[in-house]
């Protein structure tokens, strides 16, 4: 197996003694990779752990031997916040969750097919925001909640189309739930840490019974919510939205002979966690890119300037941008990559979990081995991209002015078998947002000057740590 601290591995705690102190996955194995290099492996509680730290480690789990490495572990937070292992992010790799991820895509591709309802459903929201904007009247104020209601009411339409939305009794608190979820430091690091020890669901421990709580009341909301869709749902109608699209292949399982597998993977408890995951990934991620891209925008104002010059020459005063305007504004998706590779909203992806006996960087990994790819790493290693700390979206166009989209060590969503469902549909919506926003405006630091924190807080994502600014509107 690759290297690792053998000698000073423990009963039952493994080499959990051999993490340096630190938040981040970076913090805490920097020792480990000083010592042992770009590949080790490590037990941690009860389990067989392999770290992935440079690009060539990360791109053979994830793309070049995808198969082998495409299980997800038997983290009992993983089981009870899906009830079971009946999602698309957290699932093991099957039936069940091949057929509900082509489901899941194949809905999100009609969505985005069809560019008309897409700029709609995302101006509306879109124009909300810059209104909120310019309510501030260039005070002092925090973007974070409006960006996330906006980008929520985005996916509900797609999720649930016009039967939730911010009107809705219930969406402030499936907002807060989630929220937490992605945001409390303190719970996910202990949950983390009790994930590596089995024996732990068994135990009355806080952060697992917290957990419970909130995926119980999570799932009574969205139970609540299809016992709606349903009432609503007519088959002979066009489908509208990725709930509708599950209840029509429900509908078409329990018709058909002999598709008692079918219509087991279409239960309930598949359908809302589908729900979930296009509800709280999709909404959570992009607004956070989003937060990060005001955060580094205000730290350069050059590029701002630059941005709305291209604006104004490719698009004019007198029209908002659309989709059409992609390909002129190299600029705004330039920004948008970077910010993804430097704000690292996913720092790691999330475990991997090897199907098989394998290799990796010419070592063995048995099956039933926990791999955690350190995609932060390798945004930020020298050897990749030159000077990896500084914010220089430039680095992502060529000497054609296009926009370079085939770097294979830019990974923000994952790669391979599990390369995240949703990547089509954020990319779409940050550059929606992205580009109305710097059409009207222009981000300052706070009133008193004090710029954003870039160092970023790790929570179940990375994001930056609250922060105030002020909006100036563009004449």
């Keep these: ?23 981040s996955l970076r913090d805490s194995t920097r020792s480990l990779k000083k010592r042992y290099g770009n590949v080790y492996s490590l037990k941690v509680g009860s389990f067989k752990t392999v770290i992935a730290e440079d690009a060539a480690s990360v791109k053979e789990v994830l793309v070049k031997k995808s198969a082998d490495y495409a299980g997800r572990p038997p983290f009992h937070s993983f089981m009870m916040s899906t009830l079971g292992g009946k999602d698309i992010a957290f699932g093991n790799y099957g039936p069940a969750w091949k057929f509900h991820r082509k489901l899941f895509m194949t809905a999100v591709r009609k969505y985005i097919s069809d560019q008309k309802l897409v700029e709609e459903r995302i101006s509306e929201q879109a124009k909300r925001l810059l209104q909120y904007f310019e309510d501030q009247k260039g005070k002092d104020f925090d973007p974070s909640q409006m960006l996330m209601e906006s980008v929520a009411n985005v996916i509900c339409r797609i999720t649930f189309g016009k039967l939730f939305d911010s009107s809705h009794p219930d969406f402030q608190e499936l907002l807060e739930i989630n929220n937490r979820a992605f945001t409390d430091t303190e719970l996910n690091s202990q949950v983390l840490m009790l994930d590596n020890f089995p024996i ?15 995926t119980d009341r999570l799932f009574e909301i969205l139970r609540n919510q299809l016992r709606e869709q349903e009432k609503a749902f007519d088959p002979e109608a066009e489908i509208e939205s990725l709930t509708g699209s599950l209840l029509k292949e429900k509908l078409v399982a329990q018709n058909e002979v002999g598709t008692e597998e079918k219509a087991a993977i279409l239960s309930d408890d598949y359908i809302i966690n589908t729900m979930e995951d296009m509800f709280s990934a999709g909404y959570e991620t992009t607004s956070t890119t ?13 590029c701002q300037t630059e941005i ?8 004019g005063r007198d029209r908002m941008p659309g989709l059409d305007d992609r390909p002129s504004l190299p600029l705004v998706q330039a920004t948008i990559m970077e910010t993804l590779r430097l704000g690292n909203v996913a720092e790691t992806a999330l475990p991997h979990y090897t199907l098989k006996d394998t290799t990796l960087a010419g070592y063995r990994v048995p099956k039933d081995t926990v791999v955690v790819p350190n995609l932060m790493a390798v945004h930020m290693d020298p050897s990749c991209w030159e000077d990896p700390t500084k914010f220089n979206p430039h680095r992502h166009i060529d000497g054609d002015g296009q926009v370079i989209t085939n770097s294979g060590n830019f990974l923000p969503f994952s790669a391979g078998r599990r390369v995240c469902a949703g990547e089509a549909l954020a990319k779409v919506e940050l550059f929606f947002f992205l580009s109305w926003m710097l059409h009207k405006f222009t981000f300052l630091p706070q009133e008193n000057g004090v710029l954003p924190d870039l160092k970023g807080v790790d929570g179940f994502t990375r994001f930056p740590a609250p922060y105030n600014i002020r909006v100036k509107k563009r004449k």
């Design 1 to 23: 197996m690759p290297p690792g601290p053998r000698l000073t591995s423990l009963p039952f705690v493994g080499n959990l003694l051999s993490f340096d102190d630190g938040q």
């Design 200 to 214: 732990a669901k068994y135990l009355p421990f806080k952060a697992y019974q917290t957990e419970k709580e909130m």
């Design 290 to 302: 989003l937060r990060w891209a005001i955060a580094y925008l205000v730290h350069n104002p050059d």
């Design 308 to 315: 709305q010059n291209q604006l104004d020459e490719e698009v």
